[in-house]
């Protein structure tokens, strides 16, 4: 099969609110993205991920637009976009949209009318529903971030569906005029010379017939992964990439919550009918507790997580095509989740973290301040937090009396999206360089030491480490291709795995934990090349040191 241009890419991804501030408002902007372009040049990423840019009440930071074929005026102007594309273009970086059509914002033109009355053309954009005949909700669906998916409207006395926030209201993807609607604004913004789309939920946008109420959780409600892969998914899909995707060379990667690898098969596979690829979330949950999800303490589990990473790497291959991704703005820290935040450990940690995720087979995505090792915000009150979904849930589990403040505020510093959220830490200066002004969110304390200046001007930092693995990935063959198989899986702490193409093979040893960790190289192994390493002297014989890895390559 000829190669894709992603398949050997590594795409970085923006938050734009976060990135870099131009003008001293607090808040990350356009001019300041086109300002940073070269630093994601440096590091070698072939695309950028930009989360939404478009205009929105930022109810959810963007994720509820209310213009699709407009930017959000804290970001800019459409003038302020052509040249970001212009001059990502000229730098050989490509961009990728993400593209919210799941839902709107309520403020969007289609949900003022959709509401206004019940035989307005666009009523049937979303969706309706009448109470159950015992005055009841719709159905028992819960929203991702708390309460339940149905919001009474009082003009018209129905229910309209959100899976999300009440200004996020679903669109109807039933309704064929949404579709076009869609697909035309999708090509509008591909004729502006946009590389693809990162594709927010769309395996929610097919919800299943009847919309049966479903099994609650601890919180009361069914999940609202009930929607996933629904009745229309592929049929959806495959009309939009008829219509619109393959009249362009692009890389489409579609949100999948609650996707499972059957039907990754599908969305991304290497027929090219569907996306390119997915974001799966199994090795995300791998750490969640078993009844209070992801609110609740985490267990560090590593046979599950490397059960759900193998899978996906076995399974997948020849067939579909994987992504790679750790961080991104809807979740912790991955140095603070997996890794270590003492000072002694963290560099050492992320740059294991990063081996493991970057020698896989797939297309890495690395989230702005990963390749810096940034780690979780010590929140100490709810009142720091912005996010809605924390937010929510906080406020949802403390009325069940599932947490206590305390509790509550400890999940915060484990799980809250916020994060990933705060600014990017540039350099040593006030606010991290971030902005002249007040940040939107505070700046992490710890941007004294951790910062780009700091990493660019050193040659075994975090970053240039990341540098290496996505040139490595450009070179050699075996880390796009090879045959991924994993050895010990029962090992708690070390995760081993090989990949194999043709002559040549690749030994990657992770030391998931702070403890020194007997392991004996596969005698195959012992005089190989390494290709790749975060300790500068070789590790004593038999034995691996506190988050340790290397790459041993054989041909
Ligand atoms: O997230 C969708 C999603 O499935 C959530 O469950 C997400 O994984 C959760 O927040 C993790 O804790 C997407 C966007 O990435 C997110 O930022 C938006 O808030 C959401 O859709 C609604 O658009
Ligand atoms: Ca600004």
């Known amino acids: 099969m000829e190669e894709k241009w992603w398949q050997r890419s590594t795409v970085y991804q923006i938050y734009p609110r976060s990135f870099q501030d131009s003008n001293g408002d607090g808040i990350g902007d356009l001019p300041g993205i086109t300002s940073r372009l070269e630093y994601i040049r440096e590091l070698g990423a072939d695309a950028v991920w930009l989360s939404p840019i478009y205009k929105s009440p930022n109810d959810d930071n963007g994720y509820d637009i209310s213009d699709y074929q407009d930017i959000m005026t804290e970001f800019g102007t459409m003038a302020d976009f052509d040249a970001m594309l212009e001059k990502a273009h000229s730098l050989g970086l490509k961009i990728v949209m993400d593209l919210v059509v799941n839902h709107s914002s309520d403020e969007h033109r289609w949900f003022v009318e959709s509401r206004s009355s019940r035989d307005n053309p666009y009523r049937d954009y979303y969706i309706w529903r009448?109470?159950?005949?015992?005055?009841?909700?719709?159905?028992?669906?819960?929203?991702?971030?708390?309460?339940?998916?149905?919001?009474?409207?009082e003009k018209t006395g129905m229910y309209y569906m959100h899976l999300f926030s009440k200004?996020?209201?679903?669109?109807?993807?039933?309704?064929?005029?949404?579709?076009?609607?869609?697909?035309?604004?999708?090509?509008?913004?591909?004729?502006?010379?946009?590389?693809?789309?990162?594709?927010?939920?769309?395996s929610l946008i097919s919800k299943p017939e009847?919309?049966?109420?479903?099994?609650?959780?601890?919180?009361?409600?069914?999940?609202?992964?009930?929607?996933?892969?629904?009745?229309?998914?592929?049929?959806?899909?495959?009309?939009?990439?008829?219509?619109?995707?393959?009249?362009?060379?692009?890389?489409?990667?579609?949100?999948?919550?609650?996707?499972t690898l059957e039907e990754a098969r599908s969305y991304a596979n290497l027929d090219g009918s569907e996306l390119s690829m997915?974001?799966?979330?199994?090795?995300?949950?791998?750490?969640?507790?078993?009844?209070?999800?992801?609110?609740?303490?985490?267990?560090?589990?590593l046979p599950r997580l490397k059960e759900v990473l193998s899978r996906w790497q076995r399974d997948l291959e020849?067939?579909?095509?994987?992504?790679?991704?750790?961080?991104?703005?809807?979740?912790?820290?991955?140095?603070?989740?997996?890794g270590s935040e003492k000072e002694e450990y963290r560099e050492t940690s992320a740059k294991m973290l990063a081996?493991?995720?970057?020698?896989?087979?797939?297309?890495?995505?690395?989230?702005?301040?990963?390749?810096?090792?940034?780690?979780?915000?010590?929140?100490?009150?709810?009142?720091?937090?912005?996010d809605i979904e924390s937010l929510g849930n906080y406020r949802a589990y403390l009325a069940k009396g599932l947490m206590t403040e305390e509790e509550g505020i400890r999940m915060m510093r484990r799980r809250s999206r916020d994060n990933a959220r705060t600014p990017m830490q540039w350099d040593a200066t006030k606010n991290a360089g971030f902005t002249t002004g007040t940040p939107w969110l505070p700046v992490n304390p710890n941007y004294v030491t951790v910062n780009a200046a700091e990493q660019l001007a050193r040659a075994d930092s975090v970053f240039?480490?990341?540098?290496?693995?996505?040139?490595?990935?450009?070179?050699?063959?075996?880390?796009?291709?090879?045959?991924?198989?994993?050895?010990?899986?029962?090992?708690p702490d070390l995760f081993v795995y090989t990949r194999?193409?043709?002559?040549?093979?690749?030994?990657?040893?992770?030391?998931?934990?702070?403890?020194?960790?007997?392991?004996?190289?596969?005698?195959?192994?012992r005089d190989s090349e390494v290709l790749i390493a975060n300790y500068d002297t070789p590790a004593p014989a038999g034995k691996l040191r506190p988050w340790e890895t290397l790459v041993l390559y054989r041909r």
């Open 130 to 153: 009448e109470g159950k005949e015992d005055g009841g909700l719709p159905n028992n669906w819960g929203s991702c971030f708390g309460g339940s998916v149905w919001e009474y409207d």
């Open 167 to 202: 200004k996020q209201p679903d669109l109807n993807w039933d309704n064929p005029t949404v579709r076009d609607e869609v697909f035309r604004m999708m090509d509008w913004w591909l004729q502006k010379g946009i590389d693809g789309f990162r594709m927010d939920v769309i």
């Open 210 to 259: 009847g919309l049966p109420d479903g099994e609650p959780e601890a919180n009361g409600y069914a999940t609202f992964h009930l929607a996933a892969n629904g009745p229309h998914e592929h049929e959806y899909l495959r009309e939009m990439n008829r219509r619109v995707l393959s009249k362009y060379d692009l890389l489409t990667v579609g949100e999948c919550a609650g996707v």
């Open 278 to 301: 997915v974001f799966q979330f199994e090795h995300m949950d791998a750490d969640f507790d078993p009844v209070l999800g992801r609110y609740a303490e985490q267990h560090k589990d």
């Open 318 to 338: 020849g067939i579909a095509w994987n992504s790679l991704y750790w961080d991104n703005h809807d979740q912790p820290r991955v140095v603070s989740r997996y």
């Open 355 to 386: 081996t493991c995720l970057h020698m896989m087979q797939g297309t890495p995505y690395v989230f702005q301040g990963e390749e810096l090792g940034m780690t979780n915000y010590p929140w100490t009150s709810i009142d720091q937090i912005n």
């Open 464 to 491: 240039h480490y990341y540098q290496r693995l996505i040139a490595l990935r450009k070179e050699m063959d075996v880390i796009v291709w090879g045959h991924y198989e994993l050895l010990e899986p029962e090992h």
């Open 500 to 525: 194999t193409l043709g002559e040549e093979s690749l030994l990657v040893i992770c030391n998931f934990s702070e403890e020194e960790q007997t392991y004996k190289i596969p005698a195959e192994y």
